[in-house]
């Protein structure tokens, strides 16, 4: 396609995405470097039915002069993001010099909560991404070599769990394994252990949500990659059967370099969306015991009834950053493929 | 003769109040949480509204939209029912207006105890209120032998005899979810300690304390007599708990005994509920539980036309003494004519005990928000209670700098 073409064709998804997508990433990346005025507060008297008291509240007069005047805030800098919610350079600073051993310090570290929610995120990222690759190809492969006739409504049953939205698909299994839902119940005869629940401890937690994240992404992989098994060449195939070789080499020497592409791109799309879990930690009720990034942007938007934008800007810009550089090495990669391939 | 007419006249006029309140124009919208005595009152405020539109939200998620739609202009909703804790961000912002010339105008029937007042100017005419109480089941106390639990430490040593007794695994219940409800729950154990949440006059956290370390120490024996799955539980879970006779002692919010008392679910339970007042901690005198009115607001952006229409609506329903006598079950109303019933037990009684109000200050809502979260991990038993409230303060701390509080 030449050049100018490309640029005509693009031009309305391009202005889109501007409009939709880089604005606002800008305009978040503004407030972020923002924190709310100082607030001038005096006392007052307040009578309720209970009582009258002398207490605060802020005062507005004075309050609304200084907002008219700056209406963004007050200028932080970097202030939001080094805070102890986010980076925590400071009590980091200050547990490596008060904390005896290595251990101790990094109790302290993921005690921050920036730093939990950001372990838990890239363990998420790490099982789920994988295993929603692994499955996803198993599943495909296997749907692939079954006879035409029951294929439809298999595939159409596979793909399922893509289906269900994810909030409803979650709250389903939160049923399921409450202490007395289906799994919960069995679980704890199983083990014969009546104070067992999956949702009081951390560990558990982790593992339903990481398998409930299996669960909802594979049927995205199985359909991209049976969609590129369809473009397998079957030459190649009939060949390699001849020359005797076995249905794991095919698939090892023949159908994974074809549909090599595909797999990256699958790979990057779930990084990114698996890097953004939100919903089951919602469905779950697991707020407790596992907190993503995305849920903390979530929580200094509503959790407060006061908004927190400085903090959700800034979680929200470290997200973008986080997933750039989990994205990076695929995206190297396949830069640098395509400019060996020119 | 005479005399009998006049009072049939009254009879058909004078007592539907909407001789009142013909209201001939505006536009009415508002929002409003999820409980039975709200959509009642709610319903009772549409009675006239004559021709002005009349729209209502009804969400439990009501704290989410409040602050954005009452923000824009114009706002979306005209009036915001809230309580202690949420009127404070609309004060915060200042979003919503003072009521005292309308109240002058067509606040008649609605008393002077029902106002609330900030340095002086009425912002919000409250209507019932409410608090968390103690809910027992009469059978299974009975049976055994164990008094009805005045203060905390009588609830842990009930729960654990119940469960000794098999008769239930986890006896005991409250609204432990991790974020508000959990919170929530902090505040009240903690001011029944007797305890601060800020240094005198300022917005600087003072709760790292013995009184903090007792609160959580209690909220953790409570919490192991509970469900295991109790940081999940809400409001709403542990009222499913009660009725599936799972549970034994329970602490829950006064609104909810009309529905824990209905004729839905199993009749041998519901007859065997009995509700009684707030406890008492660690020989305190004042109830650990805090006072909580509901009232209606008006938003600031909105047309003074709409303002009217609304209020005259609203304060119809908020002086309505056939509604309270009709929903006498549904709430403890603030309104004139009201006469406790059975369910109203728990609010009667945390008031006479001298329950203290929820702190109404600027930056307890920050506060309460990261006691939500800061807390739970000494509950998983994943640190010491000195270290989450350290933690607690940390997180408040650094909104609070955001937000310009310190």
Redesign the interface.
Known sequence: MPNKTFFWFFLPTGLAMILFIGLPIISTGIQSFYAQHDQVVKEVKKCDPFGCTVSIVVDQEKTSKIREEKPLGKFNGFGTYVDRNHLAIEEIRKFWNETNSFGEFVDQVTNLPFYKALIFTLTYCLFVTPNVLLLGFIIALSLNAVTRRIRGPLIFGTILPMIVTPLVGSLVLFWMIDAEGIIGANLQMLMDDPYLSLKSSKTLTWITIIIYGIWHHSPFAFVVFYAALQTVPQEPVEAAIIDGASRWQRVRHIVLPHIYPVVTFVALISLMDNFRVFEPIIGFSAEGSAQSLSWLIYDNLVNEEVILFGSAAATSMMTIVGIAILLAPVLIRTWKEFRTAR | MKKILISLLFLLFGTSAYADCNIKSGSINILANDFPALRTFVETAKGCKGSADFKVTHSSEH??IA??ALTANPSEFSARIAA???I??L??Q?LIRPLDDLVKKYGKGIQD????????KIMAV?FM?NTQHLYYREDVLKELGIAVPKTYEEVVAASEKIRASGKM?YPYAAAY????NLAEEFVNMYIGHGGEFFKA?T?QPSINNAKGVATLNMLKKLAGLS??????HDSEAIKVEWESGNVALMTLWASRSGTLLDDDGDAKITAATKLTGPATVAGGNIPAAT?W?DGFTLAKNRSDADAEATFRALAHAAANKKMVADAADQAVW?IEGFKPGPKSIGVIEA?KMKAK?Y????QM??M??AL??EI??FL?G??SAE?ALK?VE??Y???A?????L
């Open positions: 704290n989410k602050v954005p202690n804790s949420s404070v961000p004060m915060n200042d105890s029902q106002l609330i007042t900030i340095d002086g409250a209120a695994q979810k991790a974020g508000w006059g917005a469900n295991p799955d109790y940081l999940t006072l009115w603030l008031v109000p702190p109404m200050l600027p809502g920050l309460h928000g939500g979260s739970v991990e998983q994943k640190e270290q933690d940390a997180a701390m650094s909104k700098k955001e937000q310009g509080f």
